[in-house]
């Protein structure tokens, strides 16, 4: 069965310290694969998404990730946190579809100041 | 523009009592889908509605249902309620073109309180 993992719960940085949120999925094929961001109480935000060609994608507020076939990964990163950033980030995995989506457990992300 | 807008945001039932949520996408949306988040299942899909019609289902029992009216506005339903339903139902909406590679906009949520 198609899976998603995140395999960290929770993360904290000291703001202006560098990210990497770790995702790796269980496909047959190479499915649409996206980051999404919550913050509480509130919905989901879409930070990158990556259907296919150049490998590495560009987000939203800076923030970036590599898609690695032969590891199954699509990891999250940032150079420089901001107090901001604070939230819970979500990997997710779409085959066929970019709405019909299997979504990680969620990192928590802690910045301290 | 307007964004996915959700009502209620906040309710509380009691088991056995059904529930309808209401979704209205971004204008000009045409694809409604939803999704239920509980801190123990994470985020599971629901379903996915396109013109008025149920194109995707998740693995959720009968009792949660939904439809899509012509304007795209959509509602779920959830009946015979149990504890395990309370949740963050999130209706996320995108323009659901041919090639499947429509962003997904989230609303804030409709948080449902089983008691």
């Known amino acids: 069965a198609q899976s998603v993992t995140q395999p960290d719960i929770h993360i904290t940085v000291s703001e202006g310290a560098s990210l990497e949120l770790r995702c790796n999925y269980s496909y047959g094929a190479t499915p649409y694969l996206f980051w999404y961001v919550q913050s509480p109480g509130q919905g989901l935000q879409l930070l990158l998404k990556y259907f296919s060609g150049d490998t590495l994608v560009q987000g939203i507020k800076g923030f970036e990730a590599e898609f690695k076939r032969s590891q199954s990964s699509f990891n999250l990163r940032k150079p420089s946190v901001h107090w901001s950033d604070a939230a819970e980030y979500f990997c997710?995995?779409?085959?066929?579809?970019?709405?019909?989506?299997?979504f990680g457990s969620g990192t928590q992300l802690t910045v301290l100041p | 523009k307007a964004g996915v807008t959700q009502t209620p945001r906040y309710l509380i039932k009691t088991r056995g009592q059904q529930v309808t949520l209401s979704c209205s996408p971004i204008?000009?949306?045409?694809?409604v889908s939803w999704y239920q988040q509980t801190p123990g299942q994470g985020l599971q899909f629901l379903f996915e509605?396109?013109?008025?019609?149920?194109?995707n289902k998740g693995n959720f029992p009968g009792r949660f249902s939904g439809r899509q009216f012509s304007n795209s506005r959509s509602e779920m339903n959830v009946s015979t309620l149990e504890l395990g339903d309370s949740a963050l139902y999130l209706c996320?909406?995108?323009?659901?073109?041919?090639?499947?590679?429509?962003?997904?906009?989230f609303g804030e949520g409709s948080r449902l309180t089983v008691l």
């Open positions: 204008s000009g949306h045409r694809s």
């Open positions: 509605y396109f013109s008025e019609t149920q194109r």
């Open positions: 997710a995995v779409g085959l066929g579809s970019a709405r019909q989506l299997t």
């Open positions: 996320a909406s995108s323009l659901g073109l041919a090639g499947n590679t429509g962003e997904l906009f």
